[in-house]
């Protein structure tokens, strides 16, 4: 594997985490809300994600190989599952008995994914740090 290659693993590391850091963001900030354009109850949103892997020919061994080149997001994820009811007579979205279908996302459960998605991220970058300054090291050995 190349520097070339850890580095685009990295990277696209790094896209997938900031975009599960986005998604938890809007889980946190729709924690309450009720309605949404689409009618009901804003739903918890989950980024998919699978390997990306690239089928090459190796001359040394004569074979077919597949060497991942990183994630890639396929779909954010509406959970439709486990919406929270609540008795709220006054609130404007309560049915006629006076409950209130509430979003299904955990505050809890949103900061742990929270940490979790921001330890990944800084174990991504200073990953890619790592490739880009051994790169660096080289291209100051051709030179001496």
Request: glycine share 4%.
């Given at each position: ?74 779909e ?16 404007p ?52």
């Open positions: 594997m190349s520097v070339f290659n850890s580095m685009k693993i990295n990277a696209s590391g790094l896209t997938l985490e900031r975009m599960k850091l986005d998604t938890i963001s809007s889980n946190i900030a729709n924690v309450n809300t009720t309605r949404t354009e689409d009618g009901g109850p804003y739903q918890r949103k989950e980024v998919v994600f699978e390997e990306m892997v690239k089928t090459q020919y190796n001359e040394q061994t004569k074979m077919r190989e597949e060497k991942t080149m990183g994630v890639k997001v396929t954010i994820y509406e959970d439709p599952d486990n919406m929270r009811i609540v008795y709220d007579p006054d609130h979205d309560a049915d006629e008995e006076g409950y209130v279908t509430m979003p299904n996302v955990n505050l809890l459960d949103e900061m742990v994914d929270l940490i979790q998605a921001q330890r990944t991220y800084e174990a991504n970058a200073t990953a890619l740090k790592a490739s880009k300054g051994m790169l660096n090291k080289a291209i100051e050995i051709s030179k001496g």
